[in-house]
């Protein structure tokens, strides 16, 4: 099984500053890779797919990148709201994997 | 649009099977997608257990795959979650899910494994 491993673990931001999460693939994904958002209490929701396509709905503060083992998800200027765990998830092979997580915290 | 919704017993006794049943609502099932379900225990990070497609075909967690079964029922656009001989780690907020990218969840529903 292909094993995602996210860092950090905890992300300490100030509101307007920018964020980068990295998410590695144990081994080539291509580019099936989905970011989610979890916010506590809630359901995850998805902002990214394909590494790098936005959601419907998801603000274009969000961005993704890379393709193969090595992925980024960048918040450009965090807002209130963004401070949340967000956790990529491959879809390339079975079974499907998730990272641990990055916890994204006010500053 | 598009709605998932989880049922079943919050309490479920230990070595006996667990039961969920997602319905949804706003898309026939049998158009396509895998549907699937998704646990997270409390405090803890998200675990993929398993996803059909509408023909039927299905993958699972090797972890999980020797206690689970996941079902469709496109007549009721139903699919099913059976986890049997359930332990304390099996508590968890269960969430049934539309796609391998989900893009649709349902609110989660947390079943505990006690006594």
């Known amino acids: 099984e292909i094993v995602m491993t996210q860092s950090p673990a905890t992300l300490s931001v100030s509101p307007g500053e920018r964020a980068t999460l990295s998410c590695r693939a144990s081994?080539?994904?291509?580019?099936?890779l989905v970011w989610y958002q979890q916010k506590p209490g809630q359901a995850p929701r998805l902002l990214i797919y394909?590494?790098?396509t936005r959601a419907t709905g998801i603000p274009a503060r969000f961005s993704g990148s890379g393709s193969g083992t090595e992925f980024t998800l960048t918040i450009s200027s965090l807002q209130s709201e963004d401070f949340a765990v967000y956790y990529c998830?491959?879809?390339?092979?079975?079974?499907?994997?998730f990272g641990q997580g990055t916890k994204v915290e006010i500053k | 649009q598009v709605q998932l919704q989880e049922s079943g017993p919050g309490l479920v006794k230990p070595s006996e099977t667990l039961s969920l049943t997602c319905t949804v609502s706003?898309?026939?099932?049998?158009?396509?997608?895998?549907w699937g379900w998704i646990r997270q225990p409390p405090g803890k990070g998200l675990e993929w257990i398993g996803n059909?497609?509408?023909?039927?075909?299905?993958f699972y967690n090797p972890s999980l795959e020797s206690r689970v079964t996941i079902s469709v029922d496109t007549s009721k656009n139903q699919f099913s979650l059976k986890l049997a001989s359930v332990t304390a780690a099996d508590t968890a907020v269960y969430y049934c899910?539309?796609?391998?990218?989900?893009?649709?969840w349902g609110q989660g529903t947390l079943v505990t494994v006690s006594s």
């Open positions: 706003g898309y026939s099932i049998s158009s396509g997608y895998y």
């Open positions: 899910t539309r796609s391998s990218a989900v893009d649709y």
């Open positions: 394909g590494a790098s």
């Open positions: 998830q491959q879809y390339n092979t079975w079974p499907r994997t």
């Open positions: 059909i497609y509408h023909s039927g075909s299905t």
């Open positions: 081994q080539s994904i291509s580019s099936s």
